[in-house]
């Protein structure tokens, strides 16, 4: 037996969304430590608890909520292999999952969809502050306009870069699905995606809440934080999404897979407002119909259209075959919500 240092993390009942965290040491066997480090196994790992009155997840005088173990992976900030982060559900003091536990309700509809092979891909957007002040603003002022930052290099324009890759290199190391980092067109705002097509809606999820905390430590490691806001500075500046990539196996399939997300499309029509209330607090800050996006208030789907709510890719359309985006989702959104409305509306044969 050995003792392992295991940081629990879960989703609190703030709206938006804070993650939470609190360690325990304990003594697990050597095949359970390497199921952990080899295969995101929770076997061996407890079951605890937390004051649910601190986290916005209870009353005072009956407080206490339970933390299941869902999925853990190596931690990348400490200096040994013996130190995981564990994912929990929150759930009540009966037992049952929390109103607050988006992931339960998910793993529902998606074992009943497993059938189509059903793919995620989230593209995570966030914005580094320093001092109150997105990085790269100085204070008390504005830096040039938008045109220089997108994908860019120099102190001049590319602020954040060291964070950045650090975290990419941490969830390499933690074995997360990253696929990319970028930096973004404000000033102090990247993107990172997690995901593809073998991950399903479960997985990107818990990978993606793994992330974002694992993001939030390297900021604070270099006196910074992050925020998720979609909109963190009024005027002339581009918001934060989490642009949502999603495919089932008709559509990924050659021939007919077009039609098959033109199908997916028309259906998401159908449920505008069911999708955006899924889709992340402050929607219509964002979503104005500038910058990229098209506003709340319409709905619109195409090819190669980076200001429609729904995108087809243009190798998709040339192709025949693929995935589609979601471009609505905020980058403070619950993954788990924005998996689960995009399941029930084109999986299912009927929509509302």
Not at 45 to 69: K, R, V, Y
Not at 70 to 89: G, H, M, Q, T
Not at 256 to 265: M, R, S, T, V
């Amino acid at each position: 037996m050995q003792k392992v240092r295991l940081e629990y993390v879960w989703i609190d009942g703030c709206r938006p969304w804070g993650l939470r965290s609190k360690i325990k040491i304990h003594e697990l066997s050597k095949g359970l430590i390497d199921g952990i480090a080899e295969k995101n196994s929770v076997q061996g790992i407890p079951m605890w608890g937390f004051d649910g009155s601190s986290t916005n997840q209870a009353e005072g005088g009956n407080s206490d909520c339970l933390l299941a173990p869902v999925y853990a992976v190596k931690d990348p900030l400490r200096n040994d292999d013996l130190s995981f982060i564990v994912l929990c559900e929150v759930l009540d003091a009966e037992g049952t999952p929390h109103k607050t536990n988006s992931r339960a309700s998910l793993s529902v509809v998606n074992s009943m969809f497993s059938r189509y092979e059903p793919a995620f891909g989230m593209e995570q957007e966030y914005t580094i502050i320093l001092a109150a002040r997105p990085l790269g603003f100085p204070q008390g002022g504005y830096p040039a306009p938008q045109g220089i930052y997108y994908c860019s290099a120099g102190s001049d324009r590319s602020f954040g870069r060291k964070i950045s890759d650090e975290h990419l290199d941490a969830c390499l190391y933690s074995g997360l699905d990253i696929t990319g980092t970028n930096a973004e067109v404000m000033p102090g705002q990247w993107e990172y995606q997690i995901g593809g097509p073998t991950v399903d809606a479960i997985s990107v999820g818990d990978q993606l809440w793994v992330s974002r905390w694992i993001l939030l430590k390297i900021a604070e490691m270099h006196g910074m934080t992050v925020t998720f806001e979609p909109k963190p500075m009024v005027g002339d500046w581009n918001g934060a999404g989490c642009h949502t990539n999603f495919s089932t196996k008709p559509m990924r399939t050659s021939p007919g897979g077009l039609k098959h997300i033109k199908q997916a499309c028309k259906k998401m029509a159908s449920r505008v407002e069911d999708h955006l209330l899924a889709y992340g607090d402050g929607i219509e800050l964002r979503l104005t119909g500038e910058h990229e996006t098209c506003s709340y208030k319409e709905f619109r789907w195409g090819i190669a259209d980076r200001t429609a709510s729904i995108r087809i890719p243009l190798s998709v359309s040339t192709d025949g075959h693929g995935y589609l985006e979601d471009r609505r989702p905020n980058a403070n959104c619950d993954p788990y919500e924005v998996c689960k409305v995009i399941l029930e509306t084109t999986c299912s044969k009927t929509t509302n």
